[in-house]
């Protein structure tokens, strides 16, 4: 048996959060990964609140899971209602899950005060409705929301709460830090005391990042003798969010040496994909998964991370899937920079005038606006250009771009116009797109491919916009990020102006620019016969 | 005396974060706020790694600071060097800072392979540049780089070195978890030890987020007796940042009653505050001063909220300059929507035929990518509209855009043609600006203004784009959020499209639209005579 179950309330609980919106559709992708990642529980939903969650128990329960057991949550039955004849709890066996998770109240404040019923019956409601479930066979996993308030308010009404559902037959008693006010040595000394007095029913722990601890109190839990872990990848959630299995799964398995997840490297894949579906950003500084997880950016570091990666690194960055990156930035030494254009295959010497030279144009360029840290194709060119291993692959002449709107007719129109040199040859195309940078994309591309066809095997991964100075309304600098790919790799390029056409127009010149530079197509091109490059 | 001293790297460790960049007048702003706000110490730079330090150093001894002292971090003398030769420490009294914070190596590893010495002479530097820098008069801060990583690795050669730094007198000896793999638990042990063994002098905590741990570790340090505590408002800093000093002051604060902030609710205002000088976003889901650290979406929640606020908030937001936020989103039931159009002043009846459709708006308009957790201007439009209190402004008939770059000519020109009827008076204008959206908000406003001079009030204060779905390249649909003020009062308006000007004009007019719909002065207009609402 696993020493400590894994419970993810992502697609319920992270839902709660603001921004963290789910499609029926994204929310089987997600329970889909997350049970291949190894999962015990998800939570997919309350039936009892939206119809959504209705049409998705019914949908999931065609995935083929392998590993996990899918979770209907509600809430006990209502006062002075008979269980069996509660449609709430009706909606709950009719999920079909083989779990059911139903929380109820463990805060004598929130049984007068909100539930408005008293507390006789309050525990009653949790007592039958937890014996009902389990009747109908169901594994019953009882969430005592608001645990630790309830506790701290009245030891004896939160432990008689938890005795009801104990009564009733649950499998697990999940105490819940629902305002997540609770500190780390608290929930240490309360779970132990639930232990005590609940010997035998197991317990498990739910928590919220308010005060920033969510991950600490969850590891308390175990470390008092927890057996199953609530959370959400990423932490989305409520407020400041839930507990951040993203962090805690690794402390487990890495730090506290409990067996959780068979294959733990494909941890930040799935923080990515959680991100992808619901269309949040990623966030970098993210413990474990995060792009700047293992980043190093001052010199020192760079230079100690060289000679001993473990020097400033608490983990193997493989082992969660993730990996070292060296940034290049305003507090580079020059070591930063030679081992990125070591990594880049390109040869610059320590100390050299190209190296200086490299280092003071990424210095200016940075006060500028721009960020070569997800930028290392520009930052490639930049040094290509230095080391003279460049070559010009077109002059551009000007281009232009419209967009017009008619309120009452056809679909805006969106056109580019692009006017270029490739030696002596002039090019001047016009194309369409859906947006006015879409367009001049297509234009520029229009107008080099008879000269370097090769350039359509290069298309755009990845768009984004950064406002970088917001002090002066729309005519703030602009940074834009392209990814882009032939296929087999993918680069990162930079473009910052007070105009987002420019911005992206830089960005986008650059991506081609440097597939260009590589593929080492340049020097077999004669300016003049344009048609020889098609042969 | 201070229970517990805060001690503020932002200026040092924080800018080895990605993208956080700070000028040297960024650095007096933000050292002249901590001070203001009541942080005990702030470390202002390392002068011996970049100039950019000795330059802060100099200008900062200027400031009036009423409350904090000035640190200048280095580290202990180089081998086999005389400390009083070394010139890294020779700029560390050159700084002239009533504080200086030294760092040494705590963990064996680190003293064979990094420094390549031995762990005597380590031992000697430490105490030997501790000792100089008092008998220079500083108070001395001594940071064990590595402490909990050295004291796992060698108890016995840790807390040696330790003594070192006691023995040459330093004021305090703040253990350092410079990889962020530390567990509260052992910080709470190893911390313990080190009290046992060096009762002399105190100790304090230097934490990283690495594991999520950061201020769990340093409000564990703080339990075992730490008199000082390190870290970063808003947690910036190398790979996943430092101790967020915006969570655990709180804490400290409001949860463990030790006095160490004069007026907490000054700490939302510093947060934003920091983000804004180095243009970084805000992190909504921040703890404690987070946009949405207190916003409530999940109906039943909002439910429980309005009968008493703290059965879903552990503290009161307005102890650190927070406040209650309902999200209006796909989860609302219809009680977010009445609450937030009470906010508006607006009447909604429950379960009214107007309260269903807003609801079936908003979820239609939620699923085209609109989001208006953040643009309750553009809700409050939707409201007006579904309550008939809404009257059309004008008509677009058809605006344009355009934006030439000419390579070896002059700036590039960035013109908006609108066309537009105010009732029967058709109205063509033509602008140019810094970008095409600049330009297309001129030339509405040109064609406005005619009919009402109070749009000269408004500026937009914020313009921030972000885009909603990154797979489909440059055809991404772009969400684009404004915020507008009159100089009294600010509000934010949304516009979503495949285009960024489009969308851009939509939450545009959304600003305009509903400041006039606010001020009231449209019945007053007659549509053919413009002139007279000039009178």
Chains 1, 2 share one sequence.
Not at 84 to 97: G, I, K
Not at 174 to 182: I, K, S
Not at 281 to 291: L, M, S
Not at 516 to 534: E, F, N
Request: with cysteine; net charge negative; proline share 4%.
């Amino acid at each position: 048996m696993k020493p400590v179950f894994l419970y993810d309330t992502t697609l319920r609980d992270g839902t709660q959060g603001e921004g963290f919106q789910l499609s029926m559709l994204d929310k089987l992708r997600i329970a889909e990964r997350l049970d291949r990642f190894g999962i015990d529980y998800i939570e997919g939903g309350w039936p009892g609140s939206n119809p959504k969650d209705i049409e998705f128990f019914r949908e999931a329960s065609k995935l083929d899971l392998k590993h996990a057991k899918l979770a209907a949550f509600g809430s006990t039955r209502r006062a002075d209602l008979a269980v069996e004849e509660d449609p709430q709890v009706r909606l709950l066996l009719e999920a079909s899950t083989p779990v059911v998770t139903i929380f109820g109240k463990s805060w004598e404040l929130h049984v007068t005060e909100v539930l408005r019923t008293t507390v006789e019956e309050n525990q009653a409601m949790i007592r039958d409705t937890v014996r009902y479930l389990k009747e109908n066979d169901r594994e019953v996993v009882y969430d005592a929301e608001h645990f630790f308030d309830g506790y701290k308010d009245s030891p004896e009404h939160a432990l008689a709460t938890l005795e009801a559902a104990a009564e009733g037959g649950a499998d697990v008693l999940v105490l819940c830090d629902t305002n997540g006010g609770t500190l780390p040595e608290e929930v240490l000394e309360i779970c132990t005391k639930v232990k005590e007095r609940i010997p035998g029913t197991p317990f498990g722990i739910h928590t919220h990042n308010d005060c920033e601890l969510g991950v600490a109190n969850a590891v308390a839990a175990v470390r008092a003798g927890g057996i199953q872990v609530q959370g959400t990848v990423n932490g989305y959630g409520e407020r400041t969010g839930n507990c951040n299995l993203t962090s805690v799964i690794p402390i487990l398995q890495l730090k506290m040496g409990l067996e959780v997840i068979p294959a733990l490297e494909g941890l930040q894949a799935l923080s990515y994909f959680v991100d992808d579906v619901s269309n949040n950003p990623h966030f970098a500084r993210a413990p474990f998964v995060g792009r700047t997880a293992f980043a190093h950016k001052g010199g020192m570091h760079v230079n100690a991370v060289q000679k001993l990666a473990r020097s400033y690194e608490h983990i193997e960055p493989q082992r969660v899937g993730n990996s070292q990156q060296i940034l290049v930035s305003e507090l580079s030494g020059q070591s930063n920079i030679l081992i990125k254009a070591e990594e880049l295959g390109l040869k610059l010497e320590k100390g050299s005038d190209e190296a200086k030279s490299v280092l003071t144009r990424v210095k200016e360029m940075e006060n500028a606006g721009y960020s070569f840290e997800a930028a290392g194709g520009s930052l490639e060119l930049l040094i290509r250009r230095e080391l003279g291993s460049y070559e010009k692959p077109f002059d551009l002449k000007e281009f232009h771009t419209s967009y017009r709107l008619y309120r009452d007719g056809h679909q805006p129109v969106c056109e580019a116009t692009v006017k270029l040199y490739v030696g002596d040859v002039g090019e001047y195309t016009v194309a369409e797109g859906h947006g006015v940078v879409n367009a001049l994309d297509k234009a520029l591309r229009k107008a080099l491919l008879p000269f370097y066809p090769e350039i359509e095997e290069v298309s755009l991964t990845d768009y984004k916009v950064r406002i970088i100075d917001g002090h002066d309304n729309t005519a703030a600098k602009t940074r834009v990020l392209v990814v882009s790919s032939d296929g087999e790799h993918s680069w990162g390029t930079v473009g910052v102006s007070e105009n987002i056409i420019e911005a992206s127009w830089i960005a986008i010149v650059d991506s081609i620019d440097l597939f260009l530079q590589r593929r080492g197509v340049l020097a077999t091109k004669s300016a003049d016969t344009p048609s020889a490059a098609r042969a």
